[in-house]
Nanobody, 127 residues
Framework: QVQLVESGGGSVQAGGSLRLSCAAS????????MGWFRQAPGKEREGVAA???????NYTDSLNGRFTISKDNAKNTLWLQVNNLKPEDTAMYYC?????????????????????WGQGTQVTVSR
C-alpha cells in the first residue's frame, strides 16, 4: 500500500516562492513515476510536472520555467519548487504516483495514468 502526504503549501503574495513536498511510504517500485497536479475551484485537475525514476521530467509549457520538480529515490520524496507565483497559480496541489506510465512524455498529464494520490496541499497567491 502506497501513501502520499503533501506539505509545504500556504498563502503567499504574488512573486513569492514555495517548496512543496510529497513523502511517499510503501513499495518504492510503485512510485517510480511521480507527478504534481493542481486543481482550482470549478476547474479540471491539471498536470503541472512529472518525473520518472531516471530523473527525466516533463512540465506544462505555460509555467514558463517557474516550477522545478525533483525526486530523491532513496528517501522516496518528491518536491516541487514554485517561484514567481501568480494569483492564477492558486489551487490545491496534489502529488500522484504510479509504478509505470507508458509513453511517459505523451501521457504524463492524464490523471488516470496514476494509481496513487495524496490529499493535497493548498497554495493561495494574493496580489
Amino acid at each position: 500500500q502506497v501513501q502520499l502526504v503533501e506539505s509545504g503549501g500556504g498563502s503567499v503574495q504574488a512573486g513569492g516562492s514555495l517548496r512543496l513536498s510529497c513523502a511517499a511510504s510503501g513499495n518504492t517500485y510503485s512510485t517510480s513515476y511521480m507527478g504534481w497536479f493542481r486543481q482550482a475551484p470549478g476547474k479540471e485537475r491539471e498536470g503541472v510536472a512529472a518525473i520518472n525514476r531516471d530523473g527525466s521530467s516533463n512540465y506544462t509549457d505555460s509555467l514558463n520555467g517557474r516550477f522545478t520538480i525533483s525526486k530523491d529515490n532513496a528517501k522516496n520524496t518528491l518536491w516541487l519548487q514554485v517561484n514567481n507565483l501568480k494569483p492564477e497559480d492558486t489551487a490545491m496541489y496534489y502529488c500522484a504516483a504510479a509504478p509505470y506510465i507508458p509513453s511517459f512524455d505523451r501521457t504524463w498529464r492524464r490523471p488516470e495514468m496514476y494509481a496513487y494520490w495524496g490529499q493535497g496541499t493548498q497554495v493561495t497567491v494574493s496580489r
